[in-house]
């Protein structure tokens, strides 16, 4: 007796410790959401940002002075200490120009063009400058006539983008690449600053955060706490189970898990999930009730755990070897849901193969990501419903005669051939994986079978049918994607690119700040590349990233070159008036 008050104890101490641990990890999982959804990961960015560029300029101050020691001494070019300093620079994304009479006799870096003479004392005394294709911060370190110039590169920004060339921070620095650049510092919060204390820029981080490390902590909370809410389940189920309510522990396991489910994907919480590719229709959709690939995931998890508390708890009698109309109707029943379940099971998969963006075929390897592997286990967890239906099934008739089994195994298939009757192939390979799984299942119940031999034959049932359903959906969906091409290819015209054209248009004509920018009499290369870097950043960013777009300073009588060679020039005006009358589309 004073044994099973012991064990008693000992599982209302285990459960009522789960209960604790979920409701500690619940707080801290919605406690880490909140910080993530807040500025915090921007200000511990433009934090971190500070730090590592006063770390840099710090390595620029020791590399110049080291560099006008070595020069004091009368070293000779390419000495070894002088190629450790440039190397160190180097990997700091330094650059050091040398001047003699203000005149450049030697630089470290030929990415970009620099002045040959110094005509300005004041080019390299601002505390950012902006040089060609980037922004740098300069310092200078001067002995007699001559001069040694360190300038740090902080972003770099191009008059143009491509596959190979992107704008941006430095890597070094941790930044998103949606980041903006701001010199004014009314424009942002986040405000860098260098190590005298003076104001440099301003990160203007997107309204919409991109993935970044910060977000794994919430959601590996999440998860451990749906872990921790299925083990709890479970034990409730069990304590009902004990009881002999056995039909209320499994209906309070449906219950629970449709609840958990729900959440999800109607109220949209926890938010954070909505945030991963995961969890993006643009990966894969099958309708509001499954609308991503995390969606199915979950929903795989939560099906195959119920579908093995109904196998083990649901109290169905078993049936005995005489062929009553009764034990027929039970074993047709349940056969008939299992195929219900087996046919869905079949048209999420193909759907899954063919109408997402997802690769399935294992021989293209570099293709297949952690989105296929998600696929995998969402379609191998789902299977699990049917086949524990089958193995209920004839667990409950293993003594019932064999004809009686035949007879509710043949009505079951005509479940299936009601689902695919106009697909043949279909029919015949999901035929193939109901029959296989249930002569299996059936064999299992009857003779004492190895867990790893049926293991291994339930694997090459599962193969033979996923070959078929991922060679045939994946040929369904290249040849989809070819006409999808092929009809973008035909349309001159983009609906969604002249919606955004209208909805800018109004912005940039009444952007005061671009106004001002225009407001010149004469503009220069740093004008010109001040200007269109902010166009760029606040008006052509996101969307526009699919189209490569050329911004021109033009004004009535000015020349632009519109081909090689010396005579290839055109008025501006003439040139873009004559492509808007020829090839434009009206906007409406």
Known sequence: MNKIKYVIMKENRRRLFLVIVTVVLVLAAVIAESFHQSDFEDRFRTRRFNRILNQKEKI????????????????????????????????????????????????????????????????????????????????????????????????????????????GFAEDYGIPPETGFRTNPDESAYNVYNNRGEFLFSLAFPEVRSKSPFIFIPLILWASVLVLIILLTLEVVKMLTTGGNN??????????????????????????????????PYTFSLGSFIPSLGHLLLISILAAVFSYVF???????????????????????????????????????????????????????????????????????????????????????RQAGFRTVVISVLVSFLVIIVFLYREPLSLLALSFLWAGLTMLTWITEQKKVGKLNMTVI??????????????????????????????????????????????????????????????????????????????????????????????????????????PGENNFEDCFGFFDERVRKYGHPLT
């Open 60 to 167: 620029m101050e020791e590399c110049l002075n080291e560099l006008k020691l070595i020069f004091a001494r009368g070293e000779p070019r390419g000495s070894v200490s002088e190629t450790k300093i440039f190397r160190i620079a180097e990997e700091n994304e330094i650059t050091i120009l040398q001047y003699i009479d203000k005149k450049l006799i030697h630089w470290s870096d030929n990415n970009f063009d620099v002045p040959t003479l110094i005509q300005d004392d004041s080019l390299f005394s601002k505390p950012l400058i902006f040089l060609q294709n980037g922004w740098f911060l300069p310092e200078t370190v001067e002995a007699g006539n001559e001069k040694i110039i360190g300038l740090l590169r902080i972003r770099t920004d191009y008059g143009f983008e491509n596959n190979i060339i992107r704008n």
């Open 247 to 280: 039909i209320a522990g499994v209906i309070t396991c449906l219950a629970i898990f449709a609840a958990i489910y729900g959440i999800v994907t109607f109220a949209q919480e926890p938010s954070v999930l909505y945030r991963t590719g995961l969890f993006s």
């Open 311 to 397: 196998y083990k708890h649901f109290p169905i009698n078993e049936i005995g070897r005489e062929r009553s109309p009764a034990g027929i109707l039970v074993l047709s029943s349940l056969l008939i849901a299992g195929t219900f379940m087996i046919s869905f099971f079949h048209i999420i998969f193909s759907t899954l193969v063919s109408d997402s963006n997802i690769n399935f075929e294992t021989y293209k390897v570099l293709k297949i990501s952690f989105y296929s592997i998600v696929g995998f286990s969402s379609i191998i967890l789902l299977l699990l419903v049917p086949l524990l239906i089958i193995r209920k099934v004839f667990h409950a008739g």
């Open 458 to 563: 339930f694997s090459l049932i599962l193969g033979i049918y996923s070959l078929y359903v991922i060679t045939v959906n994946s040929e369904r969906k290249t040849n989809e994607n070819i006409k999808v091409q092929a009809l973008s290819f035909s349309t001159e015209n983009d609906p969604e690119a002249e919606h955004l054209l209208l909805d800018v248009w109004p912005q940039i004509t009444t952007d005061s700040t671009l106004r001002n920018m225009m407001d010149a009499e004469l503009f220069d290369r740093r004008d010109f590349n001040t200007i269109s870097t902010y166009l760029n950043n606040k008006y052509f960013n996101g969307y526009w990233g699919n189209f490569n777009i050329s911004i021109y300073l033009c004004r009535s009588g000015q020349l632009i070159r519109v081909g």
